[in-house]
C-alpha cells in the first residue's frame, strides 16, 4: 500500500516537472546542441578531432522573441528547415523584409517579401540557407539563439558581427 | 514580536503555496492549449460558407501536424507568411509533389494555373475563392507553418458539428 502511494507521488512529481519544463523551454529559453559545421567558426569551429554529443557546442536559445517577431541582421536563430519540417536548423539572418539580396550565382537581386528573412550559416561553403531555398516566412523561426554554453572555454555572448559577402541595402 | 514573525511566515507560506499551484496550472494550460487543443475563435469571409464572416468558435488539435498526418481537405491553422503574427484558417489543397491547378482571381478573369507543389510546402486556399488571400497569392507555404488543424465547431450551437 505504501509503495504504491511512493509510486504515485513519484509519477505526480514528474509529471509536474515535466509541464513546468516543457513550459519554461517553449517559452523562456532552452539549450540546444548544435550539429554540422555551417557556422563554423561561430560555433563547432574546425579544430575538433570527432563530432559527437560532447564535443558539439550547445548554445542558449531564447524563446521571448517569439511574442512579437522583432528580428534583426546579424541575429542567429533556430527555425525549421522549409524542406522538412521535422529538421531545425540554425543560420544567421542576414537580410529582412525590404531589402535586396544579390545571389552571386545568378547575377540577380532578390528582393526580400513582407514577413520573411534571409539566413545564411557563417561558413559559406559548407550551408545549406538562403541561398538554396530562398527567403523564409518568419513563423518558421523557433528561438534566437544569444550564448554558448559548451565548450567551456568558449563559453559567452553570440556576436551580432554582420556578413561579410553579399550586396544587401 | 515572535508571534508577530510565526504569522508572517504563515502567511509567506501559504501565499507562495497559491502561487505554485496558480504557476501549474498556467503550465498545465500552455501544454493543452499547444500540444493537444484548444478553443479558437475564427472569423473572416475567406472560408465561406463553411465558416462565418462573423466568427465561430472551433477546436483546434495539435497533434496531426505534429506527426505529419495533415493532408489535402484539411481545414488547418497557420501562421500567415505575410505577417508572423497573425494566424490565418484555411483548406489543403494539396501536398508535396502533388499539382495544383487553381483560378488566379476567379472575380475577374477566367485565367487558370498550373503548378507543381515543391518539397516540404503545402497547398492552401480558403474555401470562398473570391475573397480569400492564400497560396494563389503568396505561393505554397512551408509545411512547418502549420500550427493545428481544426476539429470542429463549438459555438454558435446550432453550426455545431465537425468542419
Redesign the interface.
Known sequence: MRSTSFLWNVCKSSF?FG??G??VS??VASVVPVRGLSMSPTFNPPNNTSSGLFTDDHVLVEKRCLT??KFSHGDVVV????????EKQIKRITGMPGDWISVPSSYDAVRI????CWVEGDNPTDSLDSRSFGP??????RGRATHVLWPPQRVGKIDKKLPRSGLSF | MKLLFGKWTAIAKESIDRAAIV??F???L??TN??IFSPTLVYGPSMLPTLNLTGDVVLSEYVSHRL?KVGPGDVVLI???????KMITKRVVAMEGEVVSFLVDPSRSDRSRTVVVP???VWIQGDNIYASNDSRN?GP??????QGKVWCRVWPIDGFGSL
Open positions: 509536474t509541464l513546468i516543457l513550459t517553449d517559452r512579437d517577431y527555425f525549421c528547415s522549409p524542406r522538412n519540417y521535422k517579401p513582407e514577413g520573411h523564409i516566412p518568419l513563423g518558421l523561426i | 504557476a501549474k498556467l503550465c498545465l500552455h501544454v499547444t500540444y505529419g501562421q500567415s507568411p505575410e505577417n508572423p503574427r518539397k516540404g510546402h503568396f507555404i512551408p509545411y512547418g507553418l502549420i
